[in-house]
């Protein structure tokens, strides 16, 4: 799969579950559990450096990311808290699946 996950020239990252995902989204946002978010990054051999973006469904799971990023050593990650504040910093929609 092809994604623009850099959007900005930085990871935006959702890090809330499938499901949540699936009610409601922000537009060129990665989704990966927060429990995983670390494996990921570390796949995508992002720069410890890089600016990575978090945000959950109220900032909760996001901050538990944030911590275990820099624990290993992310210089640049920022917890935006909530979809709802990560779109609003972004300056994105968030998208709502009315079907769910």
Not at 39 to 45: G, L
Not at 69 to 97: F, H, M, R
């Amino acid at each position: 799969m092809s994604f623009n996950l850099l959007a900005d020239d930085r990871l935006i990252v959702d890090v809330r579950t499938l499901p949540e995902w699936e009610k409601n989204r922000i537009d060129n946002t990665l989704l990966i559990e927060w429990q995983d978010l670390l494996a990921s990054v570390n796949e995508m051999n992002i720069k410890k450096n890089h600016e990575i973006l978090l945000f959950c469904r109220s900032g909760n799971r996001s901050g538990k990311a944030k911590k275990i990023l820099e624990e290993n050593g992310y210089t640049n990650v920022k917890n935006l808290g909530s979809i709802q504040d990560a779109g609003n910093y972004l300056k994105l929609p968030v998208i709502n699946n009315n079907n769910q």
